[in-house]
């Protein structure tokens, strides 16, 4: 079983503004961030892209163009979640599943998307609407120390999801003796349909990530 938070990336693109951006004196350099700001985050994950092939294809995929014409990095934020949270989270989350899903056929996967009050770590991911870094912990150990009635449901599905799991291998299957509650189905991850677990308000079954991995872009098209 492997999970991923909706905005993962949220928690690097802190990082990366407090610890560089600032700094430098780029958080407000326009032509940086319009022309500069894709290819410097690959420079310091190591990927050398003189010809910005790499950096142009990824610039392309997630950052919204209204946004990064204006060279503004409130506006950009949205389109960096997405970009941060696959470099660093999904690609790899979801090469691994895929990988071990070929191995062993009880292979389990969700993206944790709710938007609730509480942050995991709200000094390194605390932008409006976002679904940080962590934030699945909250809810399945309890770490605010009070949850209204929808956070408390969400938390009880997920220590279901979780303690089941552990006990029979699979989310769905409760324990001999154990009053079983009514969770959304969660189906197995195969290479073929690539089929995962959405949690959030309204927990669904859903397929093929990867095509959710352009939220901004996505949310500007609705």
Known sequence: MMMITRDDGSFGLTRYHEEYLIPNGLVNDTEFMRDKMVQAVFKAIGIHDPGHTVSGAFTKMYMVEEARL?????????????????????????????????????????????EGRYKRHPFYSNYQGEVGHADDQIYLFSLSGEFNEEEQVLSDMMVDYYANFMYTGNPNTFPPGEAPS?????????????????????????????????????????
Request: hydrophobic residues 40%; charged residues 25%; positive net charge.
């Open 70 to 114: 204006a060279g503004n990095f409130s506006l950009m934020v949205p389109s960096l979640f997405d970009l941060m949270s696959v470099i660093f989270f999904k690609a790899g989350t979801l090469r691994t599943i895929q990988l071990h899903s070929r191995l062993n056929s009880d292979t389990y996967y969700f993206s944790f998307e709710y």
């Open 182 to 222: 009514s969770l959304p189905f969660w189906p197995k991850f195969d290479t073929n349909s690539e089929k995962y677990l959405i949690i959030d308000e309204n927990t669904r079954e859903a397929s093929k990530y990867e095509d959710t991995w352009a939220v901004a872009n996505r949310k500007r098209k609705l």
